[in-house]
């Protein structure tokens, strides 16, 4: 069983920035796509980026060129830098590592919330 943690999530004002960090238990996951979600309020989860093994990465367009994904294999941890972050920014936001149908592991999430 793989255990992911978020970390980095808090109160931040619009055009502010906050970087989340997730550590996993198991170097596995470092073989792996790593992808961040989020979910706000009355809203379906939807995934803002993603991390392949290779080092590809993918960006849903809400958050192009303002959030960016990395990661420290030596740590197990993958980041997600958010910066000129905006209100609609607000959610949980959750790391997730999918390595086979009964393998699909997720983390508590962290909060974010971007008010004035």
């Known amino acids: 069983q793989v255990q992911l943690k978020e970390s980095g999530g808090g109160l931040v004002q619009p055009g502010g920035s906050l970087l989340l960090s997730c550590v996993a238990s198991?170097?596995?996951?470092?073989?792996?796509?790593v992808n961040w979600y989020r979910q706000a309020p009355g809203k379906q989860r939807e995934m803002v980026a993603r991390l392949t093994s290779g080092g590809s990465v993918y960006y849903e367009d809400p958050v192009k060129d303002r959030f960016m994904i990395s990661r420290d294999k030596a740590k197990n941890t993958v980041y997600l830098q958010m910066n000129n972050l905006k209100p609609e920014d607000t959610a949980v936001y959750y790391c997730n590592c999918f390595i086979a149908q009964a393998r699909d592991y997720w983390g508590q999430g962290t909060q974010v919330t971007v008010s004035s």
């Open positions: 198991d170097p596995i996951v470092n073989m792996y796509s």
